[in-house]
């Protein structure tokens, strides 16, 4: 409404609604002659008032107007008519045109109060507040009433004249009503005004006039709370009654202070009330872990142990489930700690919790403890409920070729096609359709896919280190394998496949030396088929046939496919 109280524009609003007659009525009083003489251009006035009218209350401004200006051939200066026209061009936002008519039906009933209720109104939308005062002055003095003073104050609010606006409200008081009303409005001006030490007398004022309103209690701690008081902040916080409803709020403060005051101890304790209380919902306890466990200073005290509190929080409530997301990513955070997060993220699925996040967090974890068919498992559940997410069909799919189930993933590749709509999503879908082919043996399928990814989008790391583990494998033009190779150490250098397909560059181009030195360090931490199989390559050509056997067997036992007689003679060939 402008800058002007909405509770004046309500009553303003109520009145109009009862007015409207009465007004058209008073305003068009003439000799009981004339009235005779004009019966029927009368009633057809009337009629047409009352058919402007309905318009105006379905919302048909335009179908109102035309009827009120109608009205105006039969009456030709009505105030109820240019007050009603002024009142729909209010509602069109056409604020130079609703004066205009105001200021016509002010020429006809130059002392009719709603007439200023209205231009105020107007005056307040343009942000004329001089005039808005100026016509709110006037209807306070034709009818004295507070309410039209804590307006005018609440005016000079808006403009920072906290003076006027405190004087303003002296006039309301001496009414002898609204006092409560004027007292918040006295305290919100005073702490705009940085006179913070009247706000607090004059709130310890209300605390004693209504020692039933907590408002106040809670409204004098947090002044103390923002003028850095904490102890006199605490102490009001703490006297707040349990199950009152400011309890859980002044909790929150409270762990603000503690937090900032690095009182491990006691923001501990704080949460732990605020996590027991029947009162508290999750989007305060939301609220606060967010801004003081995940996203506080990580220079203080609070954030070094917030682990730890979370932990002991966990203990206390296990079934919390706001604890829980926030435990789990606490724990997700910290690669030591995966198991445990992995154990709370499944909790939570199994709480009926299925947020999106949650799914692709358990993916992301079982993926670095290559648990394909839990993958699978999940990564189907996950589907049914975000369809067009296709992180989690690809996952599916990455997770059957992982377990070299190849023709299961092409099926699944063709079933989901439709359904992929990103250029990222169609190009792994591309990527992995070529990868499934190549393991198959049918290297020109690969190919022609792999193509179709890059003519798509290049740019993606999963698609370049899928082709550039193609080309290594196949000992195909190497120089673009290096390249993609390049951007993908670039991106994340710690990427074990990577250094794989390094070692395996290096052993195409006779660098067997420098590629054992890798795959033997791979091979410390991690054993999959193709680094086996690799070792085994570098071990035959040294001469070490028996060992390099060993490996073999091994890369087969996890899946490679590996003619042993065969590869030993190309191998002798690379000698």
Known sequence: MGRLSKRVFIVCFLFTINYNYSFAQKNEIVSAQTIRENDSREAQFNKLFIEANLHKNRGEYTEALNTYFDCLSYIKNSAAVYYEIAQIYVQQNNYKEAEIYVHKALQVKPDEAMLYDLLSIIYGHTGNTKKQIATLEKIAKEIPNPQIYISIADVYRTEKKYSKALQTLEKAEKNGTLTETIMQKKIQILCEDKQFENAQKTLKTAIVTYPHSTKYRYQ???????????????????????????????????????????SIKNVERTLTELFRSQTADNEIKNSIL???????????????????????????????????????EAYFANPNNHTKAKELYYTQLKQGQTEQNIYSRIIELEKADNNWDSIIYVAQDAYSLYPLQAEFPISIVESYCMLHEYEEAQKYLESIQTFLFQKSEKAAYYSWLAFSHFKQGDSTQAIKHFNQAAQIDSTQYDFCQRYAYFLAEENDNQAYAEILLEKCLTENPDD?????????????????????????????NYQHADYLELYGNILSIEGLQKEAVGYWKQAEELGNRINIQRKTLLLQKKE
């Open 220 to 262: 004098l701690a947090k002044l103390y709370h923002k003028n850095e008081e904490f102890s006199h902040a605490i102490e009001t916080y703490n006297s707040i009654q349990l199950h009152n409803r400011y309890r859980d709020s002044a909790a929150v403060q409270k762990i603000e202070i503690y937090a900032q005051l690095d």
């Open 290 to 328: 967010s801004k003081y466990m995940m996203h506080g200073s990580e220079s203080s005290e609070t954030a070094t142990h917030k682990n730890e509190i979370i932990r002991n929080l966990l203990e206390k409530f296990p079934q919390d489930e706001i604890l829980l997301k926030y435990a789990a």
């Open 496 to 524: 074990i496949h990577n250094k794989y397909i390094k070692a395996k560059l290096l052993f195409n181009g006779n660098n067997i030396l420098e590629s054992k030195k890798i795959t033997k360090d791979i091979l410390a």
